[in-house]
């Protein structure tokens, strides 16, 4: 079992950018696909981007972050970055890690068995 942890999260305005992190607890963190997710008040959690294990070749992003957001991935650290450039008041949520076992990569919720606890992003003038 992998246990997960995000940080990072704050108050920013439009336009500024922010970078949050999830550190793993297991040495076999390379093992995992790694994706974050992100759920606002009201709302089902939804997928915001995900990256391959290993050499994180792979990677994917929701429509509405493509070009802004960037999901990396430091196997050394055992984190996985996501990198939110030209941020927006829709953006506004409880942005979560998740680590997913299975053999193939998905953008789909169920296939990640892992969570973290969240951090919040609050995007406001």
């Known amino acids: 079992q992998i246990q997960l942890v995000e940080s990072g999260g704050r108050f920013v305005q439009p336009g500024e950018s922010l970078r949050v992190s999830c550190v793993a607890s297991?040495?076999?963190?390379?093992?995992?696909?790694m994706a974050w997710f992100r759920q606002a008040p009201g709302r089902e959690r939804e997928f915001v981007a995900a990256?391959?294990?290993?050499?994180?070749?792979?990677?994917f992003y929701a429509d509405s972050v493509k070009g802004r957001f960037t999901i990396s991935r430091d196997n050394s650290l055992k984190t996985v970055y996501l990198q939110m450039n030209s941020l927006k008041r829709e953006d506004t949520a409880v942005y979560y890690c998740?680590?997913?076992?299975?053999?193939?990569?998905?953008?789909?919720?169920?296939?990640?068995?892992?969570w973290g606890p969240g951090t919040q992003v609050t995007v406001s003038s």
């Open positions: 297991r040495d076999t963190f390379d093992t995992y696909h």
């Open positions: 998740g680590a997913s076992s299975k053999i193939d990569i998905s953008i789909e919720r169920r296939f990640y068995s892992y």
């Open positions: 990256i391959s294990r290993r050499s994180g070749e792979k990677t």
